[in-house]
T-cell receptor, first 116, second 115 residues
């Protein structure tokens, strides 16, 4: 009953370093999302992928890139980390029944990223 | 563009008391509305959703929310809270944009249940 799995759970980076956050889901969902959560800001959408092979920008895409490697995996990359990217990152997935509404329904437990 | 406003950042309440967490949205088109709950150090869990039909929707753990189109609100209520309901609650709205439903989350309301 894994659902959505994110790795790593914690990471500390230095400014300018790069890293990739991994996300995998085992529910055969078409849609996947990356969010960041900051205190008092709620969740903000970084990128989403409505289906395998497609990605689109969300509200705060600057400084990030994504790859929808296959139906299961959706990775988020920080090419040159900045202190402003210190946050908790959540991956989510969904499978709109009948194509009605595409809303994340299953979340991973998050990656806590600190950039010094 | 749509936006979601959760009017209270923190709501303290005693166990077994009723609670209401307020959510208002702004959108000029039809919306779909959701409430999520987040327990410490976990991801969000979908609590309930309004897509169409009855304006009153219920969750399995006693929460309910009512969609009020005229007031553009989707407040979350529970008649009697438990200590275990202590968590962060997020309201979200989805609006069709460019062929996809793009979700927007409110800033969250921290529900603190005291014994």
């Amino acid at each position: 009953n894994a659902g959505v799995t994110q790795t790593p759970k914690f990471q500390v980076l230095k400014t300018g370093q790069s890293m990739t956050l991994q996300c995998a889901q085992d529910m055969n969902h078409n849609s996947m999302y990356w969010y960041r959560q900051d205190p008092g800001m709620g969740l903000r959408l970084i990128y989403y992928s409505a289906s395998e092979g497609t990605t689109d920008k969300g509200e705060v895409p600057n400084g990030y890139n994504v790859s929808r490697l296959n139906k299961r995996e959706f990775s988020l990359r920080l090419e040159s980390a900045a202190p402003s990217q210190t946050s908790v990152y959540f991956c989510a997935s969904s499978d709109p029944a009948g194509g009605i509404v595409d809303q994340p329904q299953h979340f991973g437990d998050g990656t806590r990223l600190s950039i010094l | 563009a749509q936006s979601v406003t959760q009017l209270d950042s923190q709501v303290p309440v005693f166990e077994e008391a009723p609670v209401e967490l307020r959510c208002n949205y702004s959108s000029s088109v039809s919306v779909y509305l959701f409430w999520y709950v987040q327990y410490p150090n976990q991801g969000l869990q979908l609590l309930l959703k309004y897509l169409s039909g009855s304006t009153l929707v219920e969750s399995i753990n006693g929460f309910e929310a009512e969609f009020n189109k005229s007031q553009t609100s989707f407040h979350l209520r529970k008649p009697s809270v438990h200590i275990s309901d202590t968590a962060e609650y997020f309201c979200a709205v989805s609006v069709l944009s460019g062929g996809s439903y793009i979700p927007t989350f409110g800033r969250g309301t921290s529900l603190i249940v005291h014994p």
